[in-house]
């Protein structure tokens, strides 16, 4: 009984000196770490920096923008894409039975929209006309100018391509703004000049630089005429029937070919024909003074042999 109390004493008097050094290592780290100047540790050894399954758990988390945030991306998208600067350019071939009514609306419809002719070159052949143009209309626009030509005539083909510019077009705007603060100094200089000669080296250099800047310019303009105006190229051909754009059946084509193997043959007939016609009268010409050769080649040899017989006798 004695030596079962003295067992339970000793254990008693281990496990409270084991309490005890927990006590002073925990007061201890708490007291180094604050020494150190770690932040987040505190004097009584609580610490406000997340343990790692905390922090672990907190970079797992993917943040979620907030409405704000994503309507301000949208606005930078959205000046970024206007900030752009695109040169759109269509091209279109169509035909049509009624060729200057469809002219008279290619024409309107750009006056509608804002746009003009910038060019136009008509020619003739033996049975109808054909005409190229080149037509500006704001860019805005431009889908809606293709539609409406559209709809008043057969389209052919249609094609559209577009070329950024925005790099060029800033590099050329950043050069003309440093003349420009070059302008501005040498402004300043020339007021302050006290030499006649001096001024005049100034003012030489002055007006180099108004001269780059009045070619940027000018380079800047036409790319913002560019820009702001699209071009759209087409031709238009006056014809009795249309042409079927899609796709023929075998059959098709065989008749197209053998159509148009008469086609070309009458052609090549009509052009015969024409070609004769023009040469008649240097074929005429020429007969004419074949003939007086071949008469003076004979009254030659008569003579000849006249004069022959003559000695004869």
Not at 4 to 9: D, P, R
Not at 78 to 105: F, N
Request: include cysteine.
């Amino acid at each position: 009984m004695k030596k079962l109390f003295a067992l339970l004493l000793a254990a008693c008097i281990a496990l409270s000196l084991c309490a005890c050094g927990a006590a002073s290592d925990s007061s201890f780290l708490s007291v180094n770490k604050s020494a150190s100047g770690a932040e987040g540790w505190y004097a009584d050894g609580t610490s406000d920096v997340v343990s790692y399954n905390e922090s672990y758990s907190e970079k797992d988390e993917t943040p979620v923008p907030s409405s704000g945030n994503i309507s301000e991306v949208l606005q930078d998208v959205k000046a970024s894409e206007a900030s752009r600067k695109v040169i759109k350019r269509a091209y279109l071939e169509l035909e049509s039975k009624k060729y200057d009514d469809a002219l008279r609306v290619i024409k309107a419809q750009a006056d509608a929209l804002g746009g003009y002719v910038s060019d136009m070159s008509e020619r003739m052949n033996y049975s109808s006309r054909y005409i190229t143009m080149t037509v500006r209309v704001p860019a805005e626009k431009l889908d809606e100018y293709i539609t409406a030509v559209g709809e008043n005539c057969n389209v052919l083909s249609n094609r559209l391509t577009s070329e950024d510019i925005t790099d060029s077009y800033y590099n050329i705007k950043s050069r003309m703004d440093s003349l420009v603060d070059q302008e501005e100094r040498l402004n300043a200089l020339i007021a302050k000049a006290d030499t006649l000669d001096y001024l005049i080296k100034l003012e030489n250099a002055l007006a180099d630089v108004r001269s780059q800047i009045n070619q940027l310019n000018y380079q800047l303009q036409i790319y913002d005429k560019s820009v702001s105006y699209s071009f759209v190229t087409l031709s238009l051909h006056e014809v009795i029937e249309y042409q079927d754009v899609s796709e023929p059946t075998f059959w098709q084509k065989i008749g197209r070919a053998f159509t148009g193997g008469f086609k070309a043959f009458g052609s090549v007939i009509k052009g015969l024909a024409i070609g004769i016609t023009w040469a008649l009268p240097f074929l005429a010409i020429a007969a004419v003074i074949l003939v007086l050769i071949l008469i003076g080649g004979k009254k030659r040899k008569a003579k000849k042999a006249s004069e022959y017989d003559d000695e004869k006798e």
